[in-house]
């Protein structure tokens, strides 16, 4: 069974490793890139890195994000010479950084470059950039344009969010590994991500819905459970762009482009509103609270059509 999942964040990759975790399964993890920032001279890629460190077992699975038990040496130093240190970067995920740069600078792609990490870090799982071309996410604020990185971080997504736009989007590609990866997929899932800043970039790429499209099941999962997110800003920042915040509110912003759409089973008075958007409701527990819930969802998904 080929599985192409499209991430970005905490859900996204909390699904990949529950895929990641099933024999019969040959995962494509189709990764946001949109997020990626410049730091010290190198090229950081947050959700790639989520998901090579969740899938190798190396995540600090509390904060979500770089090397459990990471040291701090570097980051000290950085800010002795007056370096920006609003990004918390630890000396292990300093390496994973200086090596993709390094890849980088060589002409290596960034799909090529991820290949080869998660090579060495003993990954079975495809890892896929969504693009090798350089876009970068901007959120819209009272306080003026933010990169995705300085408004989530540096202003801890405090300033109240009136559009997003995509910078480079209209001249980049999906790789040649990625429509080829939903092209084989018996199976497409957009997993929990954040709709707007997470798998909006994905799908904003030119040909991707087209792909997409292309797959007879394409299974999306809702990261609004109870009208909240689990994690991160995606309910006030759907909230703030006009969009509804609950499970419905996300199937109809992905419209057409799925053909079921799972909803936690708190959400279960929203199946009738979702199935009269033309997509089937799906009622399952979709919270992951442990490595045992990831797989146990994963292979309902697989069950799905
Ligand atoms: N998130 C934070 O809230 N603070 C940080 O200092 C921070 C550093 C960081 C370093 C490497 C990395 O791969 C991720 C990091 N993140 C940090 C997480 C990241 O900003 C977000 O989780 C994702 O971009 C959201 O998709």
Same mark, same amino acid.
């Given at each position: 069974m080929k599985v192409a999942l499209m991430a970005g964040g905490t859900g996204g990759t909390k699904l990949a490793h529950g895929f990641s975790m099933l024999d019969d399964v040959e995962l494509s993890v189709i990764v946001n890139v949109a997020d990626d920032l410049e730091l010290h001279g190198l090229h950081v890629s947050p959700d790639i890195d989520a998901v090579l460190y969740t899938l190798a077992g190396l995540i600090d699975s509390q904060r979500?994000?770089? &090397?459990?038990n990471d040291t701090y040496t570097a980051h000290a130093m950085f800010a002795r010479y007056g370096e920006p240190i609003w990004f918390t970067l630890g000396d292990a995920d300093l390496a994973t950084h200086a090596t993709r740069t390094r890849l980088l600078s060589e002409g290596t792609s960034l799909t090529d470059a991820t290949a080869s990490m998660a090579a060495a870090l003993g990954l079975r799982s495809r890892i896929l950039p969504a693009t090798d071309d350089r876009c970068r996410t901007v959120i819209l604020t009272d306080d003026g344009p933010l990169e995705f990185q300085e408004y989530f971080v540096r202003h801890r997504q405090e300033p109240e969010v009136r559009g997003v736009r995509i910078d480079g989007i209209d001249d980049a590609r999906p790789t040649p590994s990625v429509i080829a990866a939903i092209r084989q997929a018996d199976l497409l899932v957009i997993g929990?991500?954040?709709?707007? &800043?997470s798998i909006g970039p994905m799908l904003a790429l030119p040909g991707m819905r087209e792909a997409i499209l292309g797959v007879p099941r394409r299974v999306g999962v809702s990261p609004i459970i109870g009208g909240q997110?689990?994690?991160?800003?995606a309910a006030r920042m759907l909230d703030s762009l006009g969009h509804e915040v609950s499970a419905a509110g996300v199937a109809r912003i992905y419209g057409d482009l799925l053909s079921h759409w799972v909803v936690d089973?708190?959400?279960?008075?929203?199946a009738p509103r979702i199935g009269a958007m033309g997509v089937e409701p799906i009622l399952l527990d979709?919270?992951?609270?442990t490595d045992a819930d990831r797989a146990r969802l994963a292979g309902e998904l697989i069950g799905i059509g």
């Open positions: 979500g994000w770089g &090397v459990a929990p991500s954040n709709p707007v &800043v997110a689990l994690k991160g800003p089973m708190t959400d279960a008075e929203l979709a919270i992951m609270r």
